[in-house]
Protein backbone atom coordinates (compact mmCIF):
# COMPACT_ATOMS: atom_id res chain seq x y z
CA UNK A 1 0.00 0.00 0.00
CA UNK A 2 2.97 2.53 0.70
CA UNK A 3 4.96 1.67 -2.10
CA UNK A 4 1.58 2.18 -3.97
CA UNK A 5 0.97 5.43 -3.04
CA UNK A 6 4.50 6.61 -3.22
CA UNK A 7 4.51 5.34 -7.04
CA UNK A 8 1.12 7.71 -7.38
CA UNK A 9 2.70 10.48 -5.50
CA UNK A 10 5.88 10.10 -8.21
CA UNK A 11 3.43 10.19 -11.15
CA UNK A 12 1.93 13.18 -9.96
CA UNK A 13 5.17 14.83 -9.27
CA UNK A 14 5.82 13.92 -12.76
CA UNK A 15 2.89 15.57 -14.44
CA UNK A 16 3.08 18.58 -13.12
CA UNK A 17 6.46 18.70 -13.73
CA UNK A 18 6.65 18.00 -17.13
CA UNK A 19 3.58 20.47 -17.51
CA UNK A 20 6.00 23.13 -15.67
CA UNK A 21 8.77 22.73 -17.66
CA UNK A 22 7.20 22.77 -20.75
CA UNK A 23 5.22 25.94 -20.14
CA UNK A 24 8.30 28.04 -18.49
CA UNK A 25 11.47 26.30 -19.25
CA UNK A 26 14.02 25.30 -16.13
CA UNK A 27 14.56 28.44 -14.97
CA UNK A 28 11.31 29.83 -15.12
CA UNK A 29 9.81 26.99 -13.18
CA UNK A 30 9.49 26.58 -8.99
CA UNK A 31 9.38 23.78 -6.82
CA UNK A 32 6.13 25.63 -4.77
CA UNK A 33 4.16 25.59 -8.07
CA UNK A 34 4.95 22.02 -8.73
CA UNK A 35 3.93 20.70 -5.83
CA UNK A 36 0.68 22.69 -5.46
CA UNK A 37 -0.41 21.63 -9.01
CA UNK A 38 0.46 18.04 -8.08
CA UNK A 39 -1.24 18.60 -4.86
CA UNK A 40 1.21 17.60 -2.21
CA UNK A 41 3.56 19.01 0.30
CA UNK A 42 6.59 20.31 -0.49
CA UNK A 43 8.30 17.92 2.21
CA UNK A 44 6.64 14.70 0.04
CA UNK A 45 8.44 16.59 -3.18
CA UNK A 46 11.75 16.49 -2.15
CA UNK A 47 11.51 13.15 -0.58
CA UNK A 48 10.88 12.04 -3.98
CA UNK A 49 13.16 14.58 -5.78
CA UNK A 50 16.13 16.35 -3.76
CA UNK A 51 16.30 19.20 -6.12
CA UNK A 52 14.86 20.66 -8.86
CA UNK A 53 17.75 19.45 -10.98
CA UNK A 54 16.87 15.82 -10.14
CA UNK A 55 13.17 16.13 -10.92
CA UNK A 56 14.04 17.94 -14.26
CA UNK A 57 16.31 14.76 -15.20
CA UNK A 58 13.51 12.69 -14.34
CA UNK A 59 11.22 14.47 -16.76
CA UNK A 60 13.87 14.62 -19.72
CA UNK A 61 13.92 10.59 -18.84
CA UNK A 62 10.70 10.36 -19.47
CA UNK A 63 10.55 11.79 -22.28
CA UNK A 64 13.38 10.65 -23.80
CA UNK A 65 12.31 7.04 -23.78
CA UNK A 66 9.18 7.98 -25.13
CA UNK A 67 10.91 9.39 -27.99
CA UNK A 68 13.46 6.67 -27.91
CA UNK A 69 10.34 3.84 -28.46
CA UNK A 70 8.51 5.78 -30.99
CA UNK A 71 11.84 5.72 -33.24
CA UNK A 72 12.15 2.13 -32.25
CA UNK A 73 8.47 1.40 -33.88
CA UNK A 74 8.79 2.99 -36.79
CA UNK A 75 12.42 1.62 -37.67
CA UNK A 76 10.58 -1.77 -37.26
CA UNK A 77 8.22 -1.10 -39.99
CA UNK A 78 10.76 -1.13 -42.80
CA UNK A 79 9.32 1.47 -45.02
CA UNK A 80 11.33 2.72 -47.75
CA UNK A 81 13.62 5.30 -47.04
CA UNK A 82 12.07 8.45 -48.18
CA UNK A 83 8.54 7.15 -46.40
CA UNK A 84 10.51 6.07 -43.01
CA UNK A 85 11.40 9.74 -42.70
CA UNK A 86 8.35 11.57 -43.41
CA UNK A 87 6.53 8.70 -41.29
CA UNK A 88 9.25 9.40 -38.45
CA UNK A 89 8.51 13.37 -38.39
CA UNK A 90 4.98 13.34 -38.65
CA UNK A 91 5.20 10.87 -35.69
CA UNK A 92 7.56 13.21 -33.94
CA UNK A 93 5.60 16.09 -34.28
CA UNK A 94 2.19 14.41 -33.26
CA UNK A 95 4.39 12.99 -29.95
CA UNK A 96 5.14 16.66 -29.32
CA UNK A 97 1.59 17.76 -29.76
CA UNK A 98 0.47 15.20 -27.42
CA UNK A 99 2.93 13.99 -24.86
CA UNK A 100 3.95 16.71 -22.43
CA UNK A 101 6.96 14.98 -21.36
CA UNK A 102 8.66 15.01 -24.53
CA UNK A 103 7.74 18.34 -25.15
CA UNK A 104 9.76 19.25 -21.59
CA UNK A 105 12.83 16.97 -22.53
CA UNK A 106 13.22 18.77 -26.00
CA UNK A 107 12.77 22.49 -24.20
CA UNK A 108 15.27 20.90 -21.61
CA UNK A 109 17.72 19.58 -23.62
CA UNK A 110 18.00 22.73 -26.11
CA UNK A 111 17.98 25.12 -22.70
CA UNK A 112 20.21 23.33 -20.82
CA UNK A 113 24.08 23.72 -20.46
CA UNK A 114 25.14 20.59 -19.43
CA UNK A 115 27.09 17.46 -21.50
CA UNK A 116 23.87 15.47 -22.02
CA UNK A 117 22.59 14.85 -25.71
CA UNK A 118 20.13 17.29 -27.30
CA UNK A 119 16.63 15.82 -28.17
CA UNK A 120 17.34 15.43 -31.92
CA UNK A 121 20.30 12.92 -31.26
CA UNK A 122 17.79 10.17 -30.48
CA UNK A 123 16.11 10.65 -33.96
CA UNK A 124 18.10 12.49 -36.40
CA UNK A 125 20.39 9.61 -36.84
CA UNK A 126 18.04 7.26 -37.80
CA UNK A 127 17.36 10.08 -40.84
CA UNK A 128 20.71 10.28 -42.03
CA UNK A 129 21.01 6.35 -41.86
CA UNK A 130 17.74 5.12 -43.53
CA UNK A 131 18.92 7.81 -46.26
CA UNK A 132 22.61 6.55 -47.01
CA UNK A 133 21.77 3.00 -47.11
CA UNK A 134 19.26 3.25 -49.53
CA UNK A 135 20.67 2.36 -53.41
CA UNK A 136 21.78 5.43 -55.24
CA UNK A 137 19.17 4.54 -58.22
CA UNK A 138 16.07 3.83 -55.71
CA UNK A 139 16.90 7.61 -55.00
CA UNK A 140 16.52 9.42 -58.40
CA UNK A 141 17.59 13.32 -58.69
CA UNK A 142 17.32 13.11 -54.78
CA UNK A 143 19.72 15.77 -52.32
CA UNK A 144 20.22 13.14 -49.29
CA UNK A 145 21.87 15.72 -47.51
CA UNK A 146 19.13 18.56 -48.03
CA UNK A 147 16.06 16.01 -46.81
CA UNK A 148 18.12 14.75 -43.98
CA UNK A 149 18.70 18.65 -42.94
CA UNK A 150 14.60 19.65 -44.24
CA UNK A 151 13.57 16.94 -41.88
CA UNK A 152 15.26 17.81 -38.63
CA UNK A 153 14.69 21.56 -38.63
CA UNK A 154 11.20 21.08 -39.78
CA UNK A 155 10.81 18.92 -36.99
CA UNK A 156 13.07 20.95 -34.48
CA UNK A 157 11.41 23.95 -35.80
CA UNK A 158 8.13 22.93 -34.53
CA UNK A 159 9.33 22.00 -31.22
CA UNK A 160 11.05 25.33 -30.73
CA UNK A 161 7.82 27.10 -31.11
CA UNK A 162 4.96 25.05 -30.01
CA UNK A 163 4.25 27.51 -26.95
CA UNK A 164 3.84 30.00 -30.10
CA UNK A 165 1.11 29.03 -32.51
CA UNK A 166 -1.77 31.31 -33.03
CA UNK A 167 -3.96 27.99 -32.51
CA UNK A 168 -2.41 25.93 -29.44
CA UNK A 169 -6.10 24.42 -29.24
CA UNK A 170 -6.42 23.15 -33.18
CA UNK A 171 -5.74 19.21 -32.77
CA UNK A 172 -3.38 17.82 -35.18
CA UNK A 173 -2.63 21.76 -36.17
CA UNK A 174 1.33 20.99 -36.54
CA UNK A 175 1.18 17.66 -38.17
CA UNK A 176 -1.20 18.88 -41.18
CA UNK A 177 0.89 21.93 -41.70
CA UNK A 178 4.55 19.34 -42.08
CA UNK A 179 2.02 16.96 -44.17
CA UNK A 180 1.59 19.70 -46.27
CA UNK A 181 5.38 20.80 -46.46
CA UNK A 182 6.33 17.14 -47.55
CA UNK A 183 3.41 16.58 -49.55
CA UNK A 184 5.13 19.80 -51.76
CA UNK A 185 8.27 18.75 -51.59
CA UNK A 186 8.07 15.09 -52.39
CA UNK A 187 4.79 14.64 -54.34
CA UNK A 188 5.03 10.73 -54.76
CA UNK A 189 5.70 10.24 -50.74
CA UNK A 190 2.50 8.69 -49.50
CA UNK A 191 1.60 10.30 -46.51
CA UNK A 192 0.02 7.71 -43.31
CA UNK A 193 -3.75 7.74 -42.86
CA UNK A 194 -4.50 10.72 -41.28
CA UNK A 195 -1.64 13.02 -42.11
CA UNK A 196 -3.89 15.37 -42.75
CA UNK A 197 -5.40 16.47 -39.21
CA UNK A 198 -5.74 13.18 -37.55
CA UNK A 199 -4.36 10.63 -35.44
CA UNK A 200 -0.99 10.18 -37.53
CA UNK A 201 0.57 8.48 -34.27
CA UNK A 202 -2.29 5.98 -34.85
CA UNK A 203 -1.60 5.53 -38.29
CA UNK A 204 2.38 4.75 -37.80
CA UNK A 205 1.27 2.34 -34.79
CA UNK A 206 -1.04 0.27 -36.96
CA UNK A 207 -0.63 -3.31 -37.52
CA UNK A 208 -0.65 -3.14 -41.24
CA UNK A 209 2.11 -0.47 -42.68
Not at 34 to 52: C, P, Q, V
Not at 164 to 175: E, K, L, T
Amino acid sequence: MKQERAGRTRRALLRAAASEFDRLGYSGSSLARIARAAEISMGALTFHFASKGELAAAVREDGEAATRALVDHVAARQERPLQSVVSLTLALVELLERNPSVRAAARLAREGSDEQPAWQCLWAPMIGARLREAPAESLPGVDRTAITDMAVHLVCGVEATLCHRCHPDAPGSNVTMLARVWRQALPDVRLPAGADGEAAIAALTADEP
